[in-house]
């Protein structure tokens, strides 16, 4: 099994920067295609970004396209997203996730594709 622990949360204004963390307990480069979910109170949990379990590839929600970036380091097995331009709509618990699934949009953006899952990360965006 592979342990997930997402950190660097927090309180932001709008426009401002955080760059989150997901630590895994285990190698996942080669093995698990990593992403990045986030879920407001009372809304569905949403796919914000993926990376193949390369590091080749990256897939992004509309949303976020532009202004988040995700990336890797393996040597870490740390997988990394990086937040720009935040607004107050970006304002969710952020959650980390992994599983051996297949390259393909229809499948990286369903919660349900991933078997790993960390406890979650705060982000706050105030106006």
């Known amino acids: 099994q592979v342990q997930l622990v997402e950190s660097g949360g927090g309180l932001v204004q709008a426009g401002g920067s955080l760059r989150l963390s997901c630590a895994a307990s285990t190698r996942t480069s080669g093995t698990a295609t990593m992403g990045w979910f986030r879920q407001a109170p009372g809304k569905e949990r949403d796919f914000v970004a993926a990376?193949?379990?390369?590091?080749?590839?990256?897939y992004y929600a509309d949303s976020v396209k532009g202004r988040f970036t995700i990336a890797r380091d393996n040597a870490k097995n740390t997988v990394y997203l990086q937040m720009n331009s935040l607004k107050p709509e970006d304002t969710a618990v952020y959650y980390c996730?992994?599983?051996?699934?297949?390259?393909?949009?229809?499948?990286?953006?369903?919660?349900?594709?991933?078997?790993?899952w960390g406890q979650g990360t705060q982000v706050t965006v105030s106006s």
């Open positions: 990376i193949s379990r390369s590091g080749l590839s990256t």
């Open positions: 996730a992994a599983g051996p699934l297949r390259w393909s949009t229809t499948i990286m953006v369903a919660p349900t594709s991933y078997d790993y």
